[in-house]
């Protein structure tokens, strides 16, 4: 599984890295992290606002910090 945090390393982007990172270990997925900073990368995946949430290519989240229990969702779905 692949996963990408899409911003710039905003307060909100680690922070959602974080929580992605321990909704995958809870889990017991292998996934891959990514941070993805350029602005015109962050762009490509149609995303204005960060922080972003790419999950295996699909954007799942952009612009606001998702529920903890939305992220084991995504990840689950995925897996």
Excluded at 6 to 19: M, S
Excluded at 39 to 51: A, D, K, M, S, W
Excluded at 53 to 61: D, H, Y
Aim: contains cysteine.
């Amino acid at each position: 599984m692949n996963i990408k945090i899409l911003g710039t390393g905003c307060a909100n982007c680690q922070k959602l890295e974080a929580l992605a990172r321990q909704v995958a270990e809870e889990l017991n997925i292998n996934a891959t992290f990514e941070k993805v900073a350029q602005i015109n990368q962050i762009l490509e995946y149609g995303i204005v606002r960060t922080p972003g949430l790419v999950i295996n290519e699909q954007v799942k989240s952009s612009g606001k910090l998702p529920a903890l229990s939305q992220i084991k969702t995504w990840i689950q779905e995925a897996a």
